[in-house]
Structures are given as C-alpha cells and as structure tokens.
C-alpha cells in the first residue's frame, strides 16, 4: 500500500584494534530529539506500527490508527491511553488504519464522532465515549483517505481506484462519484492511486485531491469530473492543505525533488519551492500550515520532522534522529493563545511536539 523506508538497525561491525577477532561492537544510534525552536514534550509507545493520527477538534484527544487495524485514544496534554477502538471485522482482518478524521462540527453534547478508513475497504464511524462503531460500509477497493466537509455534512473517501466516493454524512448514502472521463486525452481526474484529500476551508463544496498520476486535481462534490488541475506533484500522504486567508497550497511530494511547494489554489501558479533542510532531502508523507507563518512536514529518507518559516523558507525547529519514516502528523487546532501542540508518528511512536520562540506564542497561530 506505502512506500515504506526500510527501518534502521543498528550497526555492528569488527574492531581491527582488539586483539579477540571475534568481538562484535555495536554502534549506538542516537535517540531522536528535537533542535531549535521545538520543544518534544512526551513520546507515546503504541506497541505497534502507527499508520495515520488525529487531533479532535477541541485538542483534547489525540485517535492513533496502527498497522493492525486497532485505534487507540489519548487524553492531551498527559499522553494517557483512554480508549480502544476495533470491532469484530476490525480483529479479525487485522488492516491498517489509513486514514482518521473527527467530525469537525458535532454538539459536545453528543461527543466526538471519529471516521476511520482502512486499507480493506472499510470506513467506519466510531463514537469515542462508548467505544462503539456506530456505522459502517465497505468500498470495493483499498480505502487510503477521508476526510470532512467543513460543515460535517459530507465525506469524501479515495483510494486504490481513481475515484472518490461522496457521501452524506447522516445517510451513508453515496450522492456522487467523482472520476475522470472515459477518454483517455482527457485529464479531469486520477489515473491512479489518490492519497490526498482536503476540502478548501471556507467552502462545503470545493476540494482537492492529488496522487500517483502526479496531479493535485480541483473539485466541486456536485460534479463528475475536476475542474481544473496542478501538474507535478507526486502527492502519497495527507500532503495537502489549504492556507484559507492567502488561499495558497502547501503540497508534499513523496520525491528527492521540489518535495514541498507553495501553490496559489486561484492561479494553478507555482509560488516556491521549499528547500531541502541542511541534512539533506526528505520525501514527504504528510504537511500542514502552522499559523500564519510557519508550516510543518515530514516524510522519510533522513527520518525527520521539520517546523519551517514561511517566509524565509528555513527551518525553525527539527525533529531529528527518528527510527523510521513519518507517516502520519497532526496539528492541534483548539484555538488557545499557546503555540499548538503537534503530533508526529515514527514506527510504533507518537512524538508530541511543540513550537517554542514568540512567533509560535500569539493568538493567530
């Protein structure tokens, strides 16, 4: 399903200078830790590979989606395990969780409401307090991404196929299917894979997407073909995200090259290219705009998480040293004056960051 990176052993080797040939030293391999202006506030063991992360709206949850089809809930800040979330058919199959999103406009009174995708074809819905699916249904392919309307009233679901199913949220009922033509010399939708979804911000029916087929195509859930598209990007995470006050496109590309741009969404115009941290280049998995002025991505290569300027385009705070690639990252949206907490996933870990320095302290971010 992912590109994985091959995980890091640690190296051994034969020391020419001892006299017993057969004394094997290991290498020891740094634990990661963060540089600059980040601050790691507290790893969470999940006990298995996590696949996808999630803050609810409110900031006070974080849902982890594991190789193995559980997810798990922890209470934020403290990092406490609350809930355990797999049914039957989740036990059983044993897939992983590919994608998680809250319902971002339910009443507190009827508590959170978590979508889950997973890479059988299944998207459920899951009420946290109760630990209890409520709702299911199986698409006929692998299901890689989901996400929200901004109102909540619809869902999109994408995958191994190059469409993506519209659902309304009350009904589970799909309202429309948007795919690319039957001609082949047109390109008004995917030609493959998608693993990116977002709707734009301040909009219920315009959305993006983008893939393997190198494209970030627009949308309207109302119509069967895009509306327009970006070429170029090799989008194979949550790598997309819409700035709603400059409506520009933060994209991640899973390549050595040009792996995370600025877009304007109104001109399809390409605004920058972000350079590669000093290390080196990383592909990027996941991004995501951090306030006004900073973004956040993270993907595999080097193992690392990086908080970038968005004006200078260099790297404010880092998240080095990390076992295995990021897949899945998080931004925490509770609105609080404080700088937002941040969740980064490598290998069985959950890393909760967050931005340190007075740019990261004010009420806009």
Known sequence: MLVTPKLRVAATRSSSQLITP???????????????????????????????????????????GL?????KVYSMPDGSWVHTLRDDQSIVQRLPVTALRFHPARPS?????????YAGGQVKFWHISTQSCTRSLTEDRQTLAATF??????????????KILVYDTETMMCV??????PSLSVMDGHRSRVFGLTFHPLSDEGFISGGWDDTVQFWDIRQKHSLRRISGPHVCGDALAIDPGTQQILIGSW???ENLQIWDSQTGQKIHTVPDDYRGPSRVYGCRWLGASHMIAAGSDINTCRVIDRNSLLTR?????????????????SGSSVAPLLAVTSSHRVFLLRPTGSAFSSPST
């Open 22 to 64: 057969d004394v094997i030293v290991e290498e020891s391999i740094p634990e990661p830790s963060t540089e600059g202006e980040l601050h790691l506030e507290r790893e969470i063991d999940c006990g298995e590979e996590v696949m996808s992360c999630r803050f609810n709206p409110s900031g006070t949850l974080l849902a982890v």
């Open 67 to 71: 190789v193995t089809g559980t997810i």
């Open 109 to 117: 009174s009827k508590g959170d409401l978590l979508l889950a995708a």
């Open 149 to 162: 309307s901004p109102s909540g009233r619809h869902f999109l679901t994408a995958g191994s196929s190059d």
């Open 176 to 181: 429309n299917i948007c795919q690319p033509s």
């Open 255 to 257: 390549r050595k090259e």
């Open 317 to 333: 705070g880092s998240l080095v040293d990390l076992p295995a690639g990021v897949y899945s990252l998080d931004v925490s949206s």
